[in-house]
T-cell receptor, first 116, second 113 residues
Framework: DSGVTQTPKHLITATGQRVTLRCSPR?????VYWYQQSLDQGLQFLIQ???????AKGNILERFSAQQFPDLHSELNLSSLELGDSALYFC???????????????FGEGSRLTVL | QKEVEQDPGPLSVPEGAIVSLNCTYS??????FMWYRQYSRKGPELLMY????GNKEDGRFTAQVDKSSKYISLFIRDSQPSDSATYLC?????????????FGQGTTLQVKP
């Protein structure tokens, strides 16, 4: 158990809809990362938050947004969903982010999104 | 071209075999190199990490980094059925001051008893 909790584990929705994925990082971790994993693209970095502030941004679509709350949990909002958004969405956390990080990210078990 | 290239496999070997997994990359700013292991229906977990060039050994696992060739490898000795998983290489820029990792696509390994 990595200590990172993601909900929901599975989600099935229709095109055009909006969903929210939730992540609780490991106790004490200040950084939260969101990744998308699909068969053809692999694990793609979306966005990172550090202590409530956006720290780094990857190839995140404009239809997607995220935030980190004062209690450090994070939410990833996906809107105007398309078939191609079907994927596993992982949240990860680490202690650092502003300073050098040895690369150890602790991943949750993911939220599997299916868009029909 | 992707920043990190990894052959997705699948790779199937008999128990006890030596396994070699590899990644190439294009960004010379990468300084930290990692291997993550992902079991089916689970999140990735860190297996090994190395800083800059060189070798690192941990039990049956050896990680190698050749920065001059932009090539990293993971060797698994005496492979076991429990090693069956997807192995992802990952990299991080020293100067980026973030913890974000760039992953390879992952190689699926099956070790047959």
């Amino acid at each position: 158990d990595s200590g990172v909790t993601q909900t929901p584990k599975h989600l099935i929705t229709a095109t055009g809809q909006r969903v929210t994925l939730r992540c609780s990082p490991r106790s004490g971790d200040l950084s939260v990362y969101w990744y998308q994993q699909s068969l053809d693209q692999g694990l793609q970095f979306l966005i990172q938050y550090y202590n409530g502030e956006e720290r780094a941004k990857g190839n995140i679509l404009e239809r997607f947004s995220a935030q980190q709350f004062p209690d450090l949990h994070s939410e990833l909002n996906l809107s105007s969903l398309e078939l191609g958004d079907s994927a596993l969405y992982f949240c990860a956390s680490s202690g650092g982010g502003l300073h050098r990080n040895t690369g150890e990210l602790f991943f949750g078990e993911g939220s599997r999104l299916t868009v029909l | 071209q992707k920043e990190v290239e990894q052959d997705p496999g699948p790779l199937s070997v008999p128990e006890g075999a030596i396994v070699s997994l590899n990644c190439t990359y294009s960004n010379s700013a990468f300084q930290y190199f990692m291997w993550y292991r992902q079991y089916s229906r689970k999140g990735p977990e860190l297996l090994m990490y190395t800083y800059s060039s060189g070798n690192k050994e941990d039990g049956r696992f050896t990680a190698q980094v050749d920065k001059s060739s932009k090539y990293i490898s993971l060797f698994i000795r005496d492979s076991q059925p429990s090693d069956s998983a997807t192995y992802l290489c990952a990299m991080n820029e020293w100067s980026s001051n973030t913890g974000k990792l760039i992953f390879g696509q992952g190689t699926t390994l099956q070790v047959k008893p």
